[in-house]
Nanobody
C-alpha cells in the first residue's frame, strides 16, 4: 500500500512564504515524477510544479520565479517552497507521485490528502 502524506500550508499574508512537504511511503519500487497540483472549487486540478526522477522541473507560468520544487530521492520526499504569495494562490494543494509499486508493475498516480493554503490581502 502506497501513501502520500502532506504537511505544511496554512494562513499567510500576501508577500509571505509557506513550505509544503510530501512524503511517499509503503510498497515502492520506484518513483518517476513527483509534483504539486492545486484545485479551485469548480475548476480542474492544475499543475503547479513537477520534478522528474532525473531532476527535470516544470512550473506553471503563474508561479515561475516565486515557487521552488525540491525533491529528496533517497527519502521519497518532495517540497514546494512558496514565496511572494498572492491572494490568488489561495486554494487546496495536492501532492502527486507516479509510482511503480513493484518490479515489473505498472506506474500509477498517487495523491496526497490535500492542504489548504490561504493568502490574505
Amino acid at each position: 500500500q502506497v501513501q502520500l502524506v502532506q504537511s505544511g500550508g496554512g494562513l499567510v499574508q500576501a508577500g509571505g512564504s509557506l513550505r509544503l512537504s510530501c512524503a511517499a511511503s509503503g510498497s515502492i519500487f520506484s518513483i518517476n515524477a513527483m509534483g504539486w497540483y492545486r484545485q479551485v472549487p469548480g475548476k480542474q486540478r492544475e499543475l503547479v510544479a513537477a520534478i522528474t526522477s532525473g531532476g527535470t522541473i516544470t512550473y506553471a507560468d503563474s508561479v515561475k520565479g516565486r515557487f521552488t520544487i525540491l525533491r529528496d530521492n533517497a527519502k521519497n520526499l518532495v517540497y514546494l517552497q512558496m514565496n511572494s504569495l498572492k491572494p490568488e494562490d489561495t486554494t487546496v494543494y495536492y501532492c502527486n507521485a507516479r509510482i511503480r509499486a513493484y518490479r515489473g508493475g505498472n506506474e500509477r498516480d498517487y495523491w496526497g490528502q490535500g492542504t489548504q493554503v490561504t493568502v490574505s490581502s
